[in-house]
């Protein structure tokens, strides 16, 4: 996938490839939980679930955009923070097997000690649905596309279009919490993410994360 810019940093995305290559999508679970990788989470052509306890993030700045997959365009509401903790965070990625053998499920959790929340540094999500309990700090709705401050601020696409759209809107808050989240997204990039206690397990069928209370 081609590398794309957002808050003035490039990141290069990688795709999670369940099958087969297992070993490395654990290898890169391990560098992410010592904090040592940039990360870019995406899966061509399918979106994915993810549940938390909390999300406590800063320099909150949203606007509407659009996710590319399997040659499709889908619409979704950008989310980034400069900084955030989350807890007891689950991720789940469902994918269809070949020749008709059913569903494989991808399930990463981390965070689930609530004294080791995940951390992320320049997070970004597009999400295409999200329900949770929201709290926001000094919000500022109708941010123009173009503006914005500190590391989300929103920048000009390759075309010099803002990424918001020529007619870019948003919001941007000096923090937001998040409580029971559930959302569906289509990607997540962060300029570093450490996930504490991170586990990862692959399961037959459609397995999707529950509600953090759920477990």
């Given at each position: 996938?081609?590398?794309?810019?957002?808050?003035?940093?490039?990141?290069?995305?990688?795709?999670?490839?369940?099958?087969?290559?297992?070993?490395?999508?654990?290898?890169?679970?391990?560098?992410?939980?010592?904090?040592?990788?940039?990360?870019?989470?995406?899966?061509?052509?399918?979106?994915?679930?993810?549940?938390?306890?909390?999300?406590?993030?800063?320099?909150?700045?949203?606007?509407?955009?659009?996710?590319?997959?399997?040659?499709?365009?889908?619409?979704?509401?950008?989310?980034?923070f400069s900084d955030a903790k989350i807890t007891r965070m689950c991720q789940s990625v469902v994918q269809p097997l070949p020749f008709g053998l059913g569903d494989v499920t991808m399930t990463l959790k981390a965070g689930q000690d609530e004294s080791k929340p995940v951390e992320a540094k320049n997070i970004y999500l597009d999400v295409?649905?999200?329900?949770?309990?929201?709290?926001?700090?000094?919000?500022?709705?109708?941010?123009?596309?173009?503006?914005?401050?500190?590391?989300t601020k929103i920048q000009n696409g390759p075309d010099g279009k803002p990424n918001g759209g020529a007619y870019g809107f948003g919001q941007r808050a000096d923090r937001a919490v998040?409580?029971?989240?559930?959302?569906?997204?289509?990607?997540?990039?962060?300029?570093?993410?450490?996930?504490?206690?991170?586990?990862l397990r692959l399961s037959m069928g459609k397995n999707e994360c529950k509600p953090w209370d759920k477990y």
């Open positions: 996938m081609e590398s794309q810019v957002r808050g003035g940093t490039r990141w290069k995305r990688f795709a999670l490839v369940m099958v087969p290559s297992v070993a490395a999508t654990a290898a890169i679970g391990i560098g992410l939980a010592q904090g040592a990788l940039a990360a870019s989470f995406s899966v061509s052509g399918v979106d994915f679930k993810v549940t938390a306890k909390q999300l406590d993030g800063h320099n909150l700045l949203q606007y509407g955009s659009v996710a590319s997959g399997a040659g499709q365009q889908h619409p979704v509401v950008v989310s980034g295409s649905q999200l329900d949770t309990d929201a709290t926001f700090e000094n919000i500022d709705i109708g941010v123009a596309a173009g503006e914005g401050k500190g590391p998040l409580d029971n989240v559930e959302q569906r997204a289509w990607a997540t990039t962060a300029g570093s993410f450490k996930l504490s206690g991170l586990s």
